[in-house]
């Protein structure tokens, strides 16, 4: 089936910013300008205080684990040679919670992690959370973009 | 609130559900219409308003329906809110029926279920939900329930045992309702053993995509009468989205935020409720409804379970005497129908197979819709015998 070879690649107009962070190794997430908030997912406008205007910036990385699951099925093709799959819940201590992927040495509710973001193979930008000294992608080789792994090298 | 004073639900109608379907959910919700319509002794053309929730009948909608069954109503809703549907259309009825908007609207959840239909629906279910949670392993909602789940079992001590006995006494009222497509008993065995799909969520944790349809009629209680249909009365009703939304995990729900209104209009209370009808998407939801709604404190369904039976004939609380989607699978938004038609059937008919002994009052639940990480969608209805 198209589509099942790479993970699932559909993502907003917002999601490029998170893809050039990535792309640029940075960790940036979007902020409101009028309350600072700091908002995720991306969406148009600040939840809180409704305005409009939200920039881009660097904010820091580092959160800890609310939860996690170790996944072993999927709607997706692609998904089906690399279970187990591990995935938390991430609460970030600028305040967003994400969905990363989830080093399989943080598996503990409380684990510091720091989030990373990386292309998987479907080309857009996912985010991987692991002890902070340790690299982000070190158990998901299998899932990011082949170029990603040789520019780190 | 005012209440919903002599306004009635009739012919609870349940279309046998299918594993896969080559019909279109266009069928089901036209095939449950004729259903409930025999049953009452009605022309479609007495039908002046109709609710549907689908997530199916696109790039159809209620509009369309309306040509296909050939019938002109004044008054058409939509209900966009999945498992949270059912409770909110009996309300939204209610109220029209009461407000003399409409004089009889037809409530229907259906939905059919292809090789594709159920991934095409994950995958495009929330702009939330594709930039940010599907790509990570494309599991759908098992990957947020499964995070849901392990936090709940750790904040509160729940142990897998306490899912288990939810998914087991749901299974033997299944076996005694006679309908479900899981129509074998299950163990604790069986169900500890079961493989893991996203841990903790393990097989008999998770619902089996299917096609159905279930609905009902809403008149007044004169209408009902002359047509001499039994009906139950809707005695409250309460929805709320999007609630504790700064709690970083799931772990209550906007029922919490109403159930107080809900039993001081109904002049009930929990110990009231001869049934209970939860939203079983996984069975940590329903534990969280036994809690949110009053039947015991907040982090106490683990103990609950564990002391009172849940069967239809166990003398604790019956709860999803039909069996739930757990052992009926999930229609689509006709799961979320599935409570509040099993609620208006175990308070209307007589001599079913899985008859709660003397029911007069229950309660179904809703919750729906996974935008991120967790369903913003809840509602609740307290229903009781007609004629009382
Ligand atoms: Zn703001």
Redesign the pocket.
């Known amino acids: 089936m198209t589509g099942n070879t790479i993970p699932p690649a559909a993502r907003s107009r917002l999601w490029q910013q998170v893809n050039e962070a990535a792309a640029e190794g940075l960790f940036r997430l979007q902020v409101?300008?009028?309350?600072?908030?700091v908002?995720y997912p991306p969406q148009e406008?600040?939840?809180?205080?409704?305005?409009d205007e939200?920039s881009w910036e660097a904010v820091s990385p580092m959160g800890k684990v609310l939860s996690w699951t170790r996944s072993r099925a999927s709607t997706s093709e692609f998904f089906r040679d690399k279970f187990p799959l591990n995935i938390g819940l991430v609460k970030l201590d600028c305040g967003p919670v994400m969905v990363t992927y989830l080093a399989a040495s943080c598996l503990h509710t409380g684990s510091r992690v720091q989030v990373t973001g990386k292309q998987d193979k479907s080309g857009q930008a996912v985010f991987f959370a692991a002890p902070p000294d340790k690299d982000p992608v070190a158990d998901f080789n299998n899932i990011v973009m082949e170029e990603v792994k040789h520019e780190r090298k | 609130m005012q209440p919903y004073n002599d306004v009635a639900l009739v012919v609870p109608t349940s279309l046998p559900y299918e594993r896969r379907s080559e019909r279109s959910a266009a069928w089901f919700t036209g095939a449950v219409f004729a259903g409930m319509l025999d049953r009452a002794g009605l022309e479609k053309h007495d039908i002046d308003g109709l609710a549907i929730a689908s997530f199916t009948l696109a790039p159809d909608s209620v509009v369309s329906m309306t040509e296909y069954l050939d019938i002109s109503p004044g008054w058409l809703e939509q209900i966009p809110m999945g498992g949270a549907s059912g409770p909110v259309a009996a309300r939204r009825a209610a109220r029209a029926v009461q407000a003399g908007d409409a004089d009889i609207v037809a409530c229907i959840g259906g939905d059919t279920a292809s090789a594709d239909t159920f991934t095409d629906l994950v995958r495009n279910f929330s702009r939330f939900s594709s930039d940010a949670a599907f790509p990570y392993g494309a599991g759908g909602p098992n990957t947020v329930f499964a995070m849901i789940t392990r936090h709940y079992m750790e904040k509160y001590g729940a142990e897998r045992e306490d899912f288990g006995r939810v998914c087991i006494a749901q299974r033997e009222n299944a076996l005694a309702a006679g309908t479900a497509v899981f129509n074998k008993p299950l163990s604790m065995e069986d169900y500890l053993s079961a493989r893991p799909i996203s841990e903790p969520l393990h097989l008999f944790d998770c619902v089996m995509p299917v096609a159905g349809a279930e609905g009902f009629l809403v008149m007044t209680v004169a209408r009902a009468e002359a047509l001499q249909l039994p009906y139950a009365h809707i005695l409250a009703a309460g929805e709320r989205h999007n609630a504790w939304s700064d709690d970083d995990v799931h772990f209550r729900g906007g029922w919490s935020l109403y159930r107080e209104q809900m039993y001081e209009q109904a002049e009930l209370g929990p110990g009231d409720m001869d049934f209970l009808q939860t939203y079983d998407d996984y069975p940590v939801i329903s534990m969280i409804q036994m809690e949110d709604l009053g039947f015991c404190e907040k982090g106490g369904a683990a103990e609950f379970v564990r002391t009172r039976p849940l069967t239809w004939n166990g003398g604790g609380l019956p709860h999803n005497t039909c069996g739930g989607q757990l052992s009926a699978g999930q229609a689509g938004a006709a799961g979320g129908f599935l409570g509040t038609v099993e609620a208006i059937r175990q308070l209307t008919e007589t001599g079913l197979s899985n008859q709660v002994a003397g029911a007069r009052h229950g309660m179904a639940s809703g919750y729906g819709m996974v935008n991120y990480d967790r369903c913003l969608c809840t509602s609740a209805v307290i229903l009781g015998r007609g004629g009382e």
């Open positions: 409101c300008t009028r309350c600072d908030k908002q406008f600040c939840s809180r205080c409704l305005c939200l």
